[in-house]
């Protein structure tokens, strides 16, 4: 059932937009349905086990790392991990949606090479490292460690941006999304005749 199946993937640095992109596209495309990842950290305040992520104990996330019940997984920061679950996609694809998943980029690639001939790979790249310092700097969350950490990482991860069938350079929002749209909005025509 799987191999026919689509998925779309967003993946972005830290601070790039793309969760604000995955957000405008769950509202303007029904086919889409948000692909919940599993994580070893504990819920934040307001946060609701199974909307925002399925919580996992480190020992059961571990015992589904040996089952292969992952469709990716990577160890985010030392001893929280992060993954998309085989039954998410699943799941999804048994109410006849099409999964979107908001994931790192090294789950991206893993995602892609398993579903190579379904799935459009999206890399939201920020319009350069000076922008994105202004953005993470905005949020008012980041420490100068932790700016320089994210700073560091998201370099290290826009040099992946060949990698995927797809980049969106975020410079504005709203055309950035409106792009966003269009690309998947085509990608879809595959699959369904009413997108």
């Not at 937009?17 to 509202?27: A, F, N, P, Q």
């Not at 504990?42 to 609701?48: F, P, Q």
């Not at 370099?155 to 060949?162: D, G, K, L, V």
């Not at 797809?166 to 005749?193: H, K, S």
Request: aromatic share 10%; proline share 5%.
């Amino acid at each position: 059932m799987s191999a026919q199946q689509p998925i779309v993937i967003f993946t972005a640095p830290s601070g790039a937009g793309k969760t604000s992109i995955v957000r405008y596209l769950l509202d303007r495309i029904p086919e889409l349905s948000f692909s919940v990842s599993a994580a070893t950290r504990a819920a934040r305040k307001g946060e609701v086990d199974g909307r925002d992520y399925y919580f996992l104990p480190l020992a059961v996330f571990q015992q589904r790392i040996q089952e292969n019940a992952f469709a990716e997984w990577e160890m985010v920061y030392e001893g929280k991990y992060y993954g998309t679950l085989r039954s998410e996609l699943e799941r999804i694809w048994a109410l006849g949606k099409v999964p979107v998943l908001d994931i790192d980029v090294k789950g991206a690639i893993h995602v892609q090479q398993q579903y190579p001939l379904n799935t459009l790979s999206v890399f939201v790249q920020p319009p350069g490292v000076e922008e994105l310092k202004k953005r993470l700097l905005s949020r008012g969350t980041e420490t100068p460690e932790s700016l320089e950490t994210r700073l560091n990482k998201a370099e290290y991860e826009m040099s992946f941006q060949p990698h995927f069938k797809a980049t969106i350079v975020n410079r504005e929002l709203v055309q950035a999304c409106v792009e966003a749209e269009a690309l998947i909005r085509g990608f879809l025509r595959r699959f369904y005749d009413t997108v």
